[in-house]
């Protein structure tokens, strides 16, 4: 069973920097796509960034320049890198994976989520 556990989260200052890590259990990473979602309170769920099995990334237009995804095969963990944070960037943020049968379909289902991981930038 895929299990999804975020970290790296914090309080930090506008214009610093976090790393976010996801940890995995299972064959976490042999769909197509893995994500990092986020919401804030009050707001709709927002897609951050995706990476898909062919390497291809696809950032949102907020966050274009400042966040970057990346995974390790070996350690099962996906990271995001966001730097020049920003008070608008606070929110819960979540990664999720997408099944393995995705990797046919080509499509991104994400059917497991982390339980989440709190980002606050104050300005």
């Known amino acids: 069973q895929v299990r999804l556990a975020e970290s790296g989260g914090g309080s930090v200052q506008a214009g610093g920097s976090l790393r976010l890590s996801c940890t995995a259990t299972?064959?976490?990473?042999?769909?197509?796509?893995q994500a990092w979602f986020r919401q804030a309170p009050g707001k709709e769920r927002e897609r951050v960034v995706i990476?898909?099995?062919?390497?291809?990334?696809t950032h949102a237009d907020s966050v274009k320049g400042r966040f970057t995804i990346s995974k390790d095969g070996d350690k099962n963990t996906l990271y995001l890198q966001m730097n020049s944070l920003k008070p608008e960037d606070s929110a819960m943020y979540y990664c999720?994976?997408?099944?393995?049968?995705?990797?046919?379909?080509?499509?991104?289902?994400?059917?497991?989520w982390g339980q989440g991981t709190q980002v606050t930038v104050s300005s």
């Open positions: 299972g064959s976490a990473f042999s769909g197509n796509c």
């Open positions: 999720a994976v997408s099944s393995l049968r995705s990797i046919i379909t080509r499509t991104c289902d994400f059917v497991v």
């Open positions: 990476i898909e099995s062919d390497g291809r990334t």
